[in-house]
């Protein structure tokens, strides 16, 4: 069987691919296509993802919710409040923050057993520092130039926790233990107060890095900039609860 001219002096393996080829010696003829090459395929890949990071794309950016599907975010940066407005926008979040909080942890309570467990090392943790930051988030996510300066913004996560866990101790010390000791009353106003604190500011640092990426970018912020702060939080909230746990199994007051 005949085989056509130069069959013999062509490279027929996967390497010999004319996308896999380097370019010719002084590059293409001008006006020809870039022809695609499968090594160039990360590159594309990257530079379309960049494109979708810096646009838009979230719910709020649908005709319904108000969005044009484009959003003229440096506007809305340069036009944006004062200090002092966000300052004051920021007094409202702190203050519902805490009691939604406790609404939501509510629903996560549950016995001790291995799925009464989970609530409270897992579960119940997680829901407490998402609900506590949860309108910073929101905000956050929305209208990320409604963000005070960092240190106003841990100021008022911190207000939302205290006012969480001043809650809570209410609800242990006068409902689910009765007549506390002194020292479960000590413990609860100030060991419990001081890790809802320091967890809520945890993720509050994740809410900073929210913020001056999105102002970074003049676009919307990110949820996934502040995940692993959350997921810190989390985990220090969790192991509390933990050892918690197995201190009264091993010696209750």
Known sequence: MARAKGWKGRDHSLAGEPHLQAPPQGGQAPGAAPSPRLSDEPTHATQAK???QDQDISVFAEPSMGGDGQGDWALAYASGPGHGLRLL??????????PM??????LALGSHSLSGLLNIV???PLIE?????????????????WLPIWPLLLLAVGISALGFASIENLIYLHIYIPDPSPAIIAWRWW????????CSLIAGIGLVVMRHRAWQRHSRGRMEDALPWLIAATVLHGAY???AVAWETLEPF
């Open 129 to 145: 520092e998402v609900a506590k930051v949860f309108p910073f988030l929101l905000l956050a996510e929305r209208k990320p130039w």
């Open 241 to 243: 609860n933990a050892l």
């Open 101 to 106: 909080a406790i609404l939501a942890a509510l």
């Open 191 to 198: 060991v419990c107060t001081a890790l809802h604190i320091t």
């Open 50 to 52: 960049q494109g979708l």
């Open 122 to 124: 897992v579960i119940g």
């Open 89 to 98: 926008a920021m007094l409202p979040l702190a203050l519902i923050a805490g």
